[in-house]
C-alpha cells in the first residue's frame, strides 16, 4: 500500500521532498520551519529527527488528538476494501456530535467487513475470518485482529495475549452436543462441528475458560504431534481441576497419520473421515490420583482390597516389632540402661530369648546409641552384661556415645546408619538426643518425631527409644501418662513399655501399656536384676503390695503381727495408738483404708477385716 497520499492530505504535512519511498517533510508535532520530519511511503513509518519521537500511522494521529485515530489501526495494516473506505468515509460525514464511544462501536461492526471472505459458504463462521489486500489470513477477534502466523493488531490497552476464537458463538451453541477445542483457528472454521480454538495454539491457554463449562461434553481435538498431545493433557487437566464434572475426551489420531496431521488438513484428504474416527477412538480423561504424595502413601480402594495385609514381625516376641519405632519409659533406678544393653546384644549374638520372649530371625546387626553414660561407663556395662552369654557379635554392635555438648543427633545418626546399615536403633536416651529443652511443648517435640519418622521411613531400621517419667505420680504405677514428653512424642510412639522399681531391691514391674496394630499383653511382669542381667520371674495379678515404701511396709507389718486374723476397725486403732503414740486416730484410719486396698487383707464387711496375704520379702523372689 501507498501511504504518501495519506500523510500528505490525512496529516497535512507539508513541504515534503521525496527520494523515492522515503520522505522529508515539516513536523506537524512542533513548530518547524526547517523540515524534519522522515516519512516512509511504503510502511507508513515516521520519524521526527527534532526530537518529538516515532512511530506508525495510528500513533501519528493519537499524538495529534484526531477523532478518526481507531481507523489508522486498519490503515496501517493495509486491512482495507472499498466497502470498509465507503463505510469509513460515511463515519466521516455523520460524525459529527457523534462522541468517541459510539465511534469505537461503529468500528466493532466495520471490523467484520476486513478485506476478501475465504468462501466458506453463508454460515456464522464467516465473520471470523478475511483476507488483507496481501493474501495473508486475517482472524477476527474480540479484543484485537490477528494476522496469521504473524502479529496481533491490538485494540488499544486491552491485552490479547491469548483468547478464545469464536468466543461469541459459544452462548449459541447446542449444549447438549460436546464442545470441540482445536489447535488452531483454521482447524475451527473448516471444521463441520461447533467448537473453538485458543489464539495461542495448543501451548497455552486463556487465564479465563469458564465460559467452557457450560457444556456437559468437551472433546480436544489438537494436531498429530508431540505438541498436541502434550497440550491435550495439559487442557485436560486444567478442564477437570476447575470443572470436575465435566466429561473431556482426548481424539486419538489413527498412528499412521503424517506428523502434525490436523482437522484442516483433513477436511481437504478425506473430508473429515479421520476427524470421525479420531473422535470415535478419543480417550475420556481422568486426573491420576497421585501414588505419593508428601508425608503420605496414597492407596485406592480397589488397591486396598487388592493388597495383603502384612503379618506383624517380631524382633523379639511381645517386646521389640520389627518397622516399629518403640519406647521403654520408667523411674530414674529402674536400671532402663541395663535392659537396652542387654536386649541390644541379645539380638546382635542371636540369642534365642530375651528376658523369656523369643528372639527371631537370628542375629541382626544393632547400633547403640549413648547419649547420658559416657564412653568409660559404656564400655563397662558392655563388658559385664556380655559375660553373660557366649558372646559372638561383634560384627553386629555398633555403639556410639555422646559427650555432655546439647545437641539433635539426628545427622549423625543418619550418617552411621548409612555406613553401618544395622537393623535396629537404640536410643539411650531421648532427652539428651537432642537440643529440645522443654519435652512438654508440641513444637520442641514435632523435631523430635518428625526426625524419628524420617529416618524409620528412610532406612526401614526399627528404632527403641529409652524415656524417662516424670518424678512423683507413684500411684499411677506403669501408665503412659507419667513419661516425660508432649502428647505428640506419646501419640507418636507405636509400641510402648513401661518400667518401675519396686519396694523390692532389684525387682521391677514392667508392662507394655500401648501398642499400634499389634496383640499386646497388658500383664504386669515382674523382672530381677542380677549381677548385670534381667530375668522374668512371673506374672503379678495385684502391683500395689510392691508400691508400698519400706518404711510404710514395716509400720503396717508392726501393727499386722498383733492383730488376730479376723478383725475389726476398733481392734486395729487399739494396736496402733498402743505402737505410734502422738500419730492421730485420722492417720490410723487413713493406714488401715491404704493396706485394704491391698491383698495383704480382705475387707469382708463393713469395719470388718480379715488378714489375706503376708508381704513378700526379697529373699522370696530370689
Given at each position: 500500500m501507498n501511504y504518501r497520499s495519506i500523510f500528505e492530505n490525512n496529516f497535512n504535512i507539508k513541504k515534503v521532498r521525496w527520494n523515492e519511498s522515503q520522505g522529508i517533510g515539516l513536523c506537524p508535532l512542533h513548530d518547524d520551519t526547517n523540515p524534519s520530519f522522515s516519512i516512509n511511503k511504503d510502511n507508513g513509518l515516521w520519524k521526527c529527527f527534532s526530537g518529538c519521537g516515532s512511530g506508525n500511522l495510528y500513533q501519528l494521529a493519537e499524538r495529534l488528538n484526531m477523532s478518526n485515530k481507531h481507523e489508522y489501526i486498519k490503515i496501517q495494516h493495509g486491512l482495507h476494501s472499498s466497502n470498509v473506505i465507503k463505510a469509513i468515509n460515511g463515519i466521516k460525514k455523520h460524525s459529527e456530535g457523534i462522541d468517541e464511544i459510539k465511534i469505537r462501536r461503529k468500528y466493532e461492526m466495520l471490523k467484520n467487513l476486513y478485506g476478501e471472505r475465504v468462501n466458506l459458504g453463508d454460515n456464522y463462521k464467516n465473520k471470523y475470518v478475511g483476507k488483507d489486500d496481501k493474501g495473508n489470513t486475517v482472524f477476527i477477534y474480540p479484543n484485537g485482529i490477528k494476522i496469521h502466523k504473524k502479529y496481533w493488531i491490538k485494540k488499544v490497552s486491552i491485552d490479547s495475549s491469548n483468547q478464545i476464537f469464536m468466543i461469541d458463538e459459544l452462548m449459541h451453541f447446542d449444549k447438549n452436543k460436546p464442545l470441540h477445542i482445536f489447535e488452531g483457528e483454521k482447524d475451527a472454521l473448516a471444521s463441520p462441528l461447533q467448537g473453538i480454538s485458543f489464539s495461542s495454539g495448543c501451548q497455552s491457554i486463556p487465564k479465563d475458560i469458564s465460559a467452557l463449562y457450560k457444556f456437559d461434553d468437551i472433546v480436544i481435538l489438537y494436531?498429530?504431534?508431540?505438541?498436541?498431545?502434550?497440550?491435550?493433557?495439559?487442557?485436560?487437566?486444567?478442564i477437570k481441576s476447575e470443572s470436575p464434572n465435566t466429561m473431556v475426551k482426548i481424539a486419538q489420531w489413527e498412528s499412521s497419520l503424517p506428523k502434525g496431521y490436523d482437522v484442516y488438513d483433513d477436511g481437504k484428504e478425506t473430508k473429515f473421515e479421520k476427524l470421525n474416527e479420531a473422535i470415535i477412538n478419543a480417550v475420556v480423561y481422568e486426573i491420576t490420583t497421585p501414588i505419593k504424595l508428601e508425608g503420605f502413601t496414597v492407596m485406592t480402594g480397589k488397591k486396598a482390597s487388592n493388597t495383603t495385609p502384612k503379618?506383624?514381625?517380631?524382633?523379639?516376641?511381645?517386646?521389640?516389632?520389627?518397622?516399629?519405632?518403640?519406647?521403654?519409659?520408667?523411674?530414674?533406678?529402674?536400671?532402663?540402661?541395663?535392659?537396652?544393653?542387654?536386649?541390644a546384644l541379645s539380638i546382635a549374638n542371636g540369642e534365642k530369648d530375651f528376658c523369656g520372649n523369643r528372639i527371631k530371625g537370628g542375629s541382626r546387626k544393632v547400633l547403640f546409641i549413648d547419649t547420658e553414660l559416657g564412653k568409660d561407663e559404656l564400655i563397662r556395662r558392655y563388658h559385664r552384661i556380655k559375660r553373660k552369654i557366649d558372646w559372638q557379635g561383634d560384627d553386629n554392635i555398633m555403639m556410639m556415645s555422646k559427650g555432655g555438648t546439647t545437641m539433635d543427633i539426628w545427622e549423625q545418626t543418619e550418617i552411621m546408619i548409612h555406613a553401618f546399615r544395622p537393623e535396629v536403633v537404640i536410643i539411650d536416651s531421648m532427652y539428651n538426643a537432642t537440643s529440645v529443652s522443654d519435652f512438654s511443648k508440641s513444637t520442641g517435640m514435632s523435631k523430635v518425631t518428625d526426625a524419628l519418622a524420617t529416618i524409620k521411613e528412610k532406612y526401614g531400621v526399627t528404632i527403641l527409644i529409652i524415656a524417662h517419667f516424670n518424678k512423683g505420680n507413684d500411684e499411677q504405677a506403669t501408665h503412659i501418662d507419667r513419661m516425660q514428653g508432649s502428647a505428640v512424642f506419646k501419640n507418636s510412639i507405636e509400641f510402648q513399655m513401661c518400667m518401675i522399681q519396686t519396694n523390692v531391691d532389684n525387682f521391677n514391674i514392667f508392662q507394655v501399656q500401648k501398642t499400634r496394630g499389634v496383640p499386646f499383653d497388658r500383664s504386669y511382669i515382674g523382672l530381677k536384676w542380677d549381677?548385670?542381667?534381667?530375668?522374668?520371674?512371673?506374672?503379678?495379678?495385684?502391683?500395689?503390695?510392691?508400691?508400698?515404701?519400706?518404711?510404710?511396709?514395716?509400720?503396717?507389718?508392726?501393727?499386722?503381727?498383733?492383730?488376730?486374723?479376723?478383725?475389726?476397725?476398733?481392734?486395729?486403732?487399739?494396736?496402733?495408738?498402743?505402737?505410734?503414740?502422738?500419730?492421730?486416730?485420722?492417720?490410723?484410719?487413713?493406714?488401715?483404708?491404704?493396706?485394704?486396698?491391698t491383698q495383704q487383707v480382705d475387707k469382708i464387711a463393713h469395719g470388718l477385716y480379715e488378714k489375706k496375704l503376708k508381704l513378700i520379702e526379697e529373699n522370696e523372689i530370689n
Amino acid at each position: 500500500m501507498n501511504y504518501r497520499s495519506i500523510f500528505e492530505n490525512n496529516f497535512n504535512i507539508k513541504k515534503v521532498r521525496w527520494n523515492e519511498s522515503q520522505g522529508i517533510g515539516l513536523c506537524p508535532l512542533h513548530d518547524d520551519t526547517n523540515p524534519s520530519f522522515s516519512i516512509n511511503k511504503d510502511n507508513g513509518l515516521w520519524k521526527c529527527f527534532s526530537g518529538c519521537g516515532s512511530g506508525n500511522l495510528y500513533q501519528l494521529a493519537e499524538r495529534l488528538n484526531m477523532s478518526n485515530k481507531h481507523e489508522y489501526i486498519k490503515i496501517q495494516h493495509g486491512l482495507h476494501s472499498s466497502n470498509v473506505i465507503k463505510a469509513i468515509n460515511g463515519i466521516k460525514k455523520h460524525s459529527e456530535g457523534i462522541d468517541e464511544i459510539k465511534i469505537r462501536r461503529k468500528y466493532e461492526m466495520l471490523k467484520n467487513l476486513y478485506g476478501e471472505r475465504v468462501n466458506l459458504g453463508d454460515n456464522y463462521k464467516n465473520k471470523y475470518v478475511g483476507k488483507d489486500d496481501k493474501g495473508n489470513t486475517v482472524f477476527i477477534y474480540p479484543n484485537g485482529i490477528k494476522i496469521h502466523k504473524k502479529y496481533w493488531i491490538k485494540k488499544v490497552s486491552i491485552d490479547s495475549s491469548n483468547q478464545i476464537f469464536m468466543i461469541d458463538e459459544l452462548m449459541h451453541f447446542d449444549k447438549n452436543k460436546p464442545l470441540h477445542i482445536f489447535e488452531g483457528e483454521k482447524d475451527a472454521l473448516a471444521s463441520p462441528l461447533q467448537g473453538i480454538s485458543f489464539s495461542s495454539g495448543c501451548q497455552s491457554i486463556p487465564k479465563d475458560i469458564s465460559a467452557l463449562y457450560k457444556f456437559d461434553d468437551i472433546v480436544i481435538l489438537y494436531d498429530n504431534d508431540i505438541y498436541g498431545k502434550e497440550g491435550s493433557k495439559t487442557l485436560a487437566e486444567r478442564i477437570k481441576s476447575e470443572s470436575p464434572n465435566t466429561m473431556v475426551k482426548i481424539a486419538q489420531w489413527e498412528s499412521s497419520l503424517p506428523k502434525g496431521y490436523d482437522v484442516y488438513d483433513d477436511g481437504k484428504e478425506t473430508k473429515f473421515e479421520k476427524l470421525n474416527e479420531a473422535i470415535i477412538n478419543a480417550v475420556v480423561y481422568e486426573i491420576t490420583t497421585p501414588i505419593k504424595l508428601e508425608g503420605f502413601t496414597v492407596m485406592t480402594g480397589k488397591k486396598a482390597s487388592n493388597t495383603t495385609p502384612k503379618e506383624t514381625e517380631w524382633i523379639i516376641e511381645n517386646i521389640l516389632p520389627k518397622g516399629f519405632n518403640s519406647c521403654l519409659a520408667g523411674t530414674t533406678g529402674s536400671k532402663k540402661s541395663m535392659w537396652a544393653i542387654q536386649l541390644a546384644l541379645s539380638i546382635a549374638n542371636g540369642e534365642k530369648d530375651f528376658c523369656g520372649n523369643r528372639i527371631k530371625g537370628g542375629s541382626r546387626k544393632v547400633l547403640f546409641i549413648d547419649t547420658e553414660l559416657g564412653k568409660d561407663e559404656l564400655i563397662r556395662r558392655y563388658h559385664r552384661i556380655k559375660r553373660k552369654i557366649d558372646w559372638q557379635g561383634d560384627d553386629n554392635i555398633m555403639m556410639m556415645s555422646k559427650g555432655g555438648t546439647t545437641m539433635d543427633i539426628w545427622e549423625q545418626t543418619e550418617i552411621m546408619i548409612h555406613a553401618f546399615r544395622p537393623e535396629v536403633v537404640i536410643i539411650d536416651s531421648m532427652y539428651n538426643a537432642t537440643s529440645v529443652s522443654d519435652f512438654s511443648k508440641s513444637t520442641g517435640m514435632s523435631k523430635v518425631t518428625d526426625a524419628l519418622a524420617t529416618i524409620k521411613e528412610k532406612y526401614g531400621v526399627t528404632i527403641l527409644i529409652i524415656a524417662h517419667f516424670n518424678k512423683g505420680n507413684d500411684e499411677q504405677a506403669t501408665h503412659i501418662d507419667r513419661m516425660q514428653g508432649s502428647a505428640v512424642f506419646k501419640n507418636s510412639i507405636e509400641f510402648q513399655m513401661c518400667m518401675i522399681q519396686t519396694n523390692v531391691d532389684n525387682f521391677n514391674i514392667f508392662q507394655v501399656q500401648k501398642t499400634r496394630g499389634v496383640p499386646f499383653d497388658r500383664s504386669y511382669i515382674g523382672l530381677k536384676w542380677d549381677d548385670f542381667w534381667f530375668t522374668t520371674k512371673g506374672i503379678i495379678e495385684d502391683i500395689s503390695d510392691y508400691l508400698v515404701t519400706e518404711h510404710k511396709k514395716k509400720r503396717w507389718t508392726s501393727v499386722m503381727d498383733d492383730l488376730s486374723d479376723r478383725f475389726d476397725t476398733k481392734d486395729w486403732l487399739n494396736v496402733f495408738n498402743s505402737k505410734f503414740q502422738g500419730m492421730s486416730e485420722r492417720t490410723g484410719k487413713a493406714w488401715l483404708s491404704e493396706i485394704s486396698r491391698t491383698q495383704q487383707v480382705d475387707k469382708i464387711a463393713h469395719g470388718l477385716y480379715e488378714k489375706k496375704l503376708k508381704l513378700i520379702e526379697e529373699n522370696e523372689i530370689n
